[in-house]
């Protein structure tokens, strides 16, 4: 045997892709329906943070609070993935600041909390008040 | 105009770096856009930490890449002979034309789902945002203050680590746009995605003939989660597409016996290795074997290893410089153990979730059942051929470091393996499908045909074994 022959390749190749593409079409016609795209579409998660970032320093370091832990440590992973998505989605659209979490001590700080009311616990458990609240006080800038 | 400079010196810098390589048609077009957009970014990153984020410095940087891309271009025509004629291998009547009409319709149906994906998740997917294109946007926004990217205090998901081919051309085209529009890393991704499908079929039409260069392009647009992994803007498609670079022009050096393909292959290599950390690895997998298999006298490996190594050179030398002065840290190696890799309990966790991986059907429909099914009934029939087992050993190689990689980690293992395994399998896959046509695929004879030696008597070099030893 020098080889396999094109035409017993191409039927091989027929039958996997037409499994791969029903696959793909699936995801995009019934797992995700391309019919609902605009009207289930998520907003962009940096929507939560355009009024804050308006009245945040242009670059710098500002400290991070929240009221869910981050998974911070290589290898310590926290229960639920919240608290580490609600502090990337706040650094990406904030970047160039660079947010340091628990870090009090800065001139402003950002709270960044899943419940509203958790919102001036948070500042306490700080040491600091909330400032100015965002988003339903889901976001807020505090100060010492 | 700086638009257009810009434009131009991705178009004329990978033209003149493609001239390297003894190839033609769309397979020159695919590298010289995939050089072009790797050695943009090199030159932004070496610029921006060289000389600051003036935008005068990108500005000289893009004329610079424009005058020497055409000072190559014009020193250089035509020196790079072709591999062979690839065009016909077969006469027409044996070429079935349907696979060529469904890569057409899979194609348009992988851009129209590129397009509903990316309406739907315009920031990409989590590793999109939260590392590539959060880097362009510290690179695009932060002015003289870009180093911030780095900053140690950032959390550590960020990977501050990773090297900046994606988030350096991402950042340029939102300067050039003025924008941050989500389409802009979005295109970026399906011009490696698009270039790493031309690429395939044509690498794959070179060597085995046109037949084979369209099975190959419909596999790797029909495998579910490439287009998954291009909408969801990773870097792990431009690394695929990169190393698939590679190991085309490898595989030309050695069936061809034009071992100056070499040169651009271990350059292709290196703009992987300054794609992704995984990049590194992949290289040195392949100039493992490319000294280890039997495609020529040790003297003549040794010597087309240092070709490749000499193409590598100038980006490792970025690749090594920021590893040692801007991001020395990884969260994979930063607590490594030896205790785990000696954990025979980790081992077998592992190799218990291997299996689950390839029936996969979500990510990759029944591609890797097939592709190890062929491995294991096919190939141990069909005849031994350098190329393909060069390839084959680099990605098994590969494979087998990145297992070790998984147990040495800190993460929860199986946590890690189910978040990451794909994508280090779609890194692999379009290099594993060119692989295994090389393999499977009757290497076409005759006079002008690659494994001919004639692309050898036109470089002028003396008969090899490796024309010989092709199909031992």
């Given amino acids: 045997m020098t080889g396999?022959?094109?035409?017993?390749a191409?039927?091989?190749?027929?039958?996997?892709?037409?499994?791969?593409?029903a696959r793909e079409a699936y995801f995009h016609l019934v797992s995700e329906p391309v019919w609902h795209l605009f009207d289930r579409r998520e907003p962009r998660a940096q929507e939560r943070y355009l009024a804050v970032r308006a009245v945040l320093p242009a670059a710098g370091r500002v400290g991070y609070v929240s009221d869910e832990p981050v998974s911070a440590r290589p290898g310590a992973l926290e229960?639920?993935?919240?608290?580490?998505?609600?502090?990337q989605s706040a650094q990406y659209a904030l970047a160039p600041i660079v947010l340091v979490i628990g870090e009090a001590r800065t001139e402003v700080v950002l709270a960044n909390v899943k419940e509203p009311d958790r919102l001036e616990v948070v500042a306490r458990a700080h040491g600091l008040r909330v400032e100015r609240r965002f988003e339903g006080g889901r976001v807020a800038l505090l100060r010492r | 105009m700086i638009a257009i400079l810009a434009a131009a010196a991705v178009a004329i810098s990978g033209g003149a770096l493609s001239s390297f390589a003894p190839v033609r048609g769309a397979f020159r077009a695919a590298l010289a856009l995939l050089f072009g957009l790797g050695i943009w970014s090199v030159?932004?990153?070496?610029?921006l930490f060289a000389f600051g984020a003036d935008p005068r410095v990108r500005l000289a940087k893009d004329a610079l890449l424009v005058v020497a891309g055409t000072v190559v271009l014009v020193r250089r025509p035509g020196r790079a002979p072709l591999a062979g004629d690839p065009g016909a291998p077969r006469s027409s009547s044996?070429?079935?034309?349907?696979?060529a009409y469904a890569v057409a319709a899979a194609a348009v149906l992988a851009t129209a789902f590129f397009v509903e994906h990316t309406l739907r998740h315009p920031d990409g997917g989590w590793d999109a945002w939260a590392i590539w294109n959060l880097r362009a946007r510290f690179l695009a926004r932060g002015g003289d203050g870009f180093?911030?990217?780095?900053?140690?205090?950032?959390l550590f998901w960020a990977h501050q680590d990773y090297p900046l081919l994606v988030p350096g051309a991402v950042a340029q085209a939102f300067l050039l746009a003025r924008s941050e529009s989500p389409w802009v890393p979005a295109a970026v991704s399906y011009a490696f995605a698009a270039a790493a499908v031309a690429l395939l079929g044509a690498a794959a039409r070179e060597t085995r003939g046109a037949g084979w260069g369209a099975l190959a392009a419909l596999a790797l647009l029909s495998t579910p989660c490439f287009v998954g992994f291009a909408s969801n803007q990773q870097a792990d498609v431009a690394l695929g597409a990169l190393l698939l670079a590679a190991c085309a022009l490898t595989?030309?050096?050695l069936e061809s016996g034009q071992a100056r393909a070499l040169l651009p292959a271990g350059f292709a290599a290196s703009l992987a290795a300054w794609t992704k950390n995984e990049g590194a690895l992949y290289l040195t997998c392949l100039a493992a074997a490319l000294l280890a298999t039997r495609w020529g006298p040790p003297r003549q490996r040794v010597r087309g290893l240092l070709r490749f190594g000499l193409g590598a050179l100038p980006v490792l030398a970025l690749v090594a410089w920021f590893k040692l002065r801007i991001a020395h840290e990884s969260d994979l190696f930063g607590d490594a153990s030896a205790s785990r890799i000696l954990d025979a309990s980790r081992w077998g966790e592992l190799l218990a979730a291997i299996p689950r991986r390839i029936v996969y059907f979500q990510d990759w429909g029944l591609w890797l059942v097939g592709e190890i099914a062929v491995l294991a009934i096919l190939l141990p029939r069909l005849p031994r051929r350098p190329a393909a087992r060069a390839m084959g050993m680099a990605i098994a190689l590969a494979l087998a470091v990145t297992m070790a990689v998984y147990v040495l980690q800190p993460h929860p293992l199986l946590w890690f393996f189910r978040a990451s395994i794909d994508r280090v399998l779609i890194q692999l896959w379009p290099s594993a499908l060119l692989a295994t046509v090389l393999a499977l695929a009757p290497q076409p004879g005759g006079r002008g045909s690659p494994s001919s030696g004639a692309g050898l008597d036109a470089a002028g070099a003396s008969p090899s074994p490796q024309t010989r030893a092709n199909d031992r």
């Avoid at chain 1, 191409?10 to 593409?21: F, P, S, W």
């Avoid at chain 2, 044996?94 to 696979?99: A, L, N, Q």
């Fill in chain 2, 43 to 47: 030159a932004y990153a070496v610029a």
């Fill in chain 1, 4 to 8: 396999v022959p094109l035409r017993t």
């Fill in chain 2, 147 to 154: 180093r911030a990217a780095f900053s140690p205090e950032i």
């Fill in chain 1, 79 to 87: 229960s639920d993935e919240w608290g580490t998505w609600l502090y």
């Fill in chain 1, 10 to 21: 191409a039927r091989a190749v027929a039958l996997l892709a037409a499994v791969g593409v």
């Fill in chain 2, 94 to 99: 044996e070429v079935p034309r349907w696979p």
């Fill in chain 2, 251 to 253: 595989a030309i050096a």
